[in-house]
C-alpha cells in the first residue's frame, strides 16, 4: 500500500434528509466516569435490509480479559459481543456504521458515522434495538463517544499503548449494514492521518475494510481495544484506524468533547 502523500484514503459522507432536531441531553459523563472506564476495562451508505435477528437470545457469560493472549475463537466471540451496528437516521434517508461498547452504557464510534442525525440507534449481536440518548465528538480526530439508553452485553478493555507495527489484529464491523464480518490481520505500519491531519496519525492495517466498517472495533492478541476503523484505501480497500492513543486522550479531555453537528437548515 502506498504511504504518505501517495496513500488515497476515503471516508463515505453522511446521508442528508428533512429533519426535526434532535433532543439535546445535558452531558451526563464526567471525566471521572470516563477515566474509570478506561481503568477498569464507517465509512457509511444506504444499506440494505438488515439480516433477521431473534431478539431475546440467550446471552453468554461475558469474556474476560487476563492481559494473556486469547485463543483465537476467543477473542471472535468477544469481538462479535463488543461491536454493534449503528443506524443513523437523519439528514437524506438511513445509513449505517459500526461501533465498540467500551461500558455498559457507552460506545465508541467515528464522528462522520454520526453526524447529521435526527435519531441514532444501535444494534447489539443478539439483535436488541437501544436507542443513544447523549453523543459527543472529538475536535481532533475521527472520533464520537455516545451513552445508550440500556444495558450492553459486553464491553472492549480499552488498551493502554498503541500497537506496534507488525501486531496481530482482529478488525469487525457491519460492512454495508449486513452480517457482522470479523477478519485476522496485522497493523503493518503507522502512518499520517491524510483525511483529518491528528497529529496521532493512523494505524495502516493489512485488512480489507468496506462501507459501514467504520467505528468498529481493532482488538489486539489479548482482547483489547487498540484502534477504530475510520477510513479505507481506494484500490485494494485496506483499513486505516484511529490508534488508542488518540481515543483515550479524546475520553480523558471530556471537556474538549463537542455536540455531533445536526442536519444543515433546510435539508
Not at 147 to 172: F, K
Amino acid at each position: 500500500m502506498p504511504s504518505g502523500a501517495e496513500a488515497v484514503v476515503r471516508a463515505s459522507g453522511r446521508a442528508s434528509r428533512g429533519h426535526a432536531p434532535r433532543r439535546r441531553i445535558p452531558w451526563a459523563l464526567t471525566a471521572a466516569l470516563l477515566a474509570a472506564l478506561l481503568l477498569a476495562a464507517g465509512c457509511i451508505e444506504e444499506p440494505p435490509a438488515p439480516p433477521a435477528v431473534e431478539a431475546g437470545s440467550a446471552t453468554p457469560a461475558p469474556v474476560a480479559t487476563t492481559g494473556e493472549p486469547l485463543r483465537a475463537e476467543t477473542i471472535e466471540r468477544l469481538a462479535r459481543e463488543v461491536t454493534l451496528r449503528v443506524r443513523n437516521l437523519g439528514c437524506g434517508g438511513l445509513a449505517t456504521g459500526s461501533a465498540v461498547a467500551i461500558g455498559s452504557d457507552l460506545l465508541v464510534t467515528n464522528r462522520h458515522v454520526i453526524e447529521g442525525a435526527d435519531r441514532l440507534e444501535v444494534t447489539t449481536w443478539d439483535g436488541h434495538t437501544l436507542t443513544v440518548g447523549v453523543a459527543k465528538a472529538a475536535t481532533t480526530h475521527d472520533i464520537a463517544v455516545a451513552e445508550v439508553d440500556g444495558g450492553l452485553p459486553d464491553a472492549a478493555a480499552v488498551a493502554a499503548a498503541d500497537v506496534e507495527a507488525g501486531a496481530d489484529v482482529l478488525v469487525a464491523g457491519y460492512p454495508r449494514g449486513g452480517a457482522l464480518s470479523i477478519a485476522e490481520g496485522r497493523v503493518t505500519r503507522r502512518t499520517e492521518d491524510l483525511l483529518f491531519g491528528a497529529e496521532a496519525g493512523a494505524l495502516a492495517l493489512d485488512v480489507e475494510v468496506r462501507p459501514g466498517n467504520s467505528g468498529g472495533p481493532v482488538l489486539d492478541a489479548e482482547g483489547r481495544l487498540v484502534g477504530i476503523v475510520y477510513a479505507y484505501a481506494e484500490g485494494d480497500g485496506r483499513g486505516f484506524a484511529v490508534p488508542v492513543s488518540a481515543l483515550r486522550d479524546a475520553l480523558e479531555a471530556g471537556e474538549a468533547l463537542v455536540d455531533v453537528p445536526d442536519c444543515p437548515p433546510g435539508t
